[in-house]
């Protein structure tokens, strides 16, 4: 998996967390819903861009692998 793979899943949590943030301030149901799969989410994103970190063999193609 890329790191721009990696990236992707993490601004859709943010985004996500965004919309859900909306639907808790306007008392729409489904609000803690999708909240909870914008944190999965992020934490999946936030773990796998650590790990890819840890893994890294050449830091100037990061963003490429």
């Given amino acids: 998996m890329k790191v721009k793979h990696v990236l992707i899943v993490?601004?859709?949590g943010?985004?996500?967390t965004t919309?859900?943030?909306f639907f808790k301030i306007q008392h729409?149901?489904?609000a803690s819903k999708i909240l909870l799969?914008?944190?999965l989410l992020e934490v999946?994103?936030?773990l796998l861009f650590i790990w890819k970190?840890?893994?890294i063999k050449?830091?100037?193609?990061?963003l490429n692998k």
Avoid: E, N
């Fill in 14 to 16: 943010m985004i996500l």
């Fill in 44 to 46: 999946i994103g936030g």
């Fill in 19 to 21: 919309i859900g943030a």
């Fill in 37 to 39: 799969v914008a944190l």
């Fill in 10 to 12: 993490f601004v859709l």
């Fill in 58 to 62: 050449d830091f100037k193609d990061f």
């Fill in 53 to 55: 970190l840890a893994t």
């Fill in 28 to 30: 729409w149901p489904g």
